[in-house]
């Protein structure tokens, strides 16, 4: 397996933390042989392409329901021992498109409208994979126009605009706060915090959210473009195939449809935010079209 590895010495770290280094990065040179696949298989009205140069577009505009995913195993690893750490962290970054949102047989939409959508999921130590187990999952969509939480259309949660049928780089900084899951998880199992905001008694319940993420955009490392944004207790469909260190996927869920293209991803332990493009340099694309 082609697996690009590279150690890249991050800097611009918050106060009180320390320096961390990229564990995977993948150019998508080859996404097969760096690890990717596809869940689930392509199937009528979906396509994943190996593009010539060094991307990789992804496609639902057909009629299946199905959900279909970029998928990547990864290695977001925790503190054995928690008694002295109230939060861990780990970071992922893309830089990726939206070629089109919704297509020419969206059908029915959901209820949270056509997008492209992140999903970085972890089961929970003990293994627990029901769909609403309080696992550890840190969602996030975007259209052409706005990111923001996976319910992105939900008026109560705050999104960033920006042209993003455009590359853009996403720096997302994922943490777990052990206060807050202690507190209010491990006594009250059956409520699902992770989901809460969708519910009628957001904001008090989102806030207990033990899974927060922080974005950045195009390595403005100067301010957050939204900050501490609520997770979800979520695993996720094939939920079992999720392990403790969790799985990356990026594609649509539910009804949603589209097309996107990405470029780089790279992800590791830790706060990173780091200046420099992945090692290798980066791709530039200027003409491109939706097919």
Known sequence: MKKILVFITACLIPAGTMAQTWDIVSHFDDYEAEGWYIYLAPRLGT???????????????????????????????????ISNVKTWSFTYEVRIRADQIGGPNSGDPDEHGDRISFYPLKNRPDGGVDTFSN?????????????????????YLPIYQ???????????????DYDLYVEKVETMPDVNFGEAFEGDSWPERALGDHTPWTLYVDRDFTKPALENMPG???????????????IMQ????????GQYTIDYFRTGNGVILDPQE????????ANWSVY
């Open 47 to 81: 396509e994943v392409r190996q593009n010539a140069d060094g991307t990789v577009t992804v496609s639902r505009l057909g009629e299946t329901s199905q959900t279909i995913y970029l998928t990547h195993d990864v290695q977001w690893i925790e503190p054995e021992d």
């Open 135 to 155: 696992g550890r999952t840190w969602l996030c969509s975007f259209d052409q126009n706005a990111i923001g939480s996976r319910y992105f259309l939900n008026a």
């Open 162 to 176: 920006a042209d993003f049928s455009q590359f853009r780089v996403l720096t997302f900084v994922c943490s777990i």
């Open 232 to 246: 979800s207790g979520w695993n996720g469909w094939g939920s079992p195939a999720v392990d403790a260190d969790g």
């Open 250 to 257: 990026i594609g649509f869920q539910g009804n949603t449809r």
């Open 278 to 285: 992945p090692m290798g340099g980066s791709t530039q694309i």
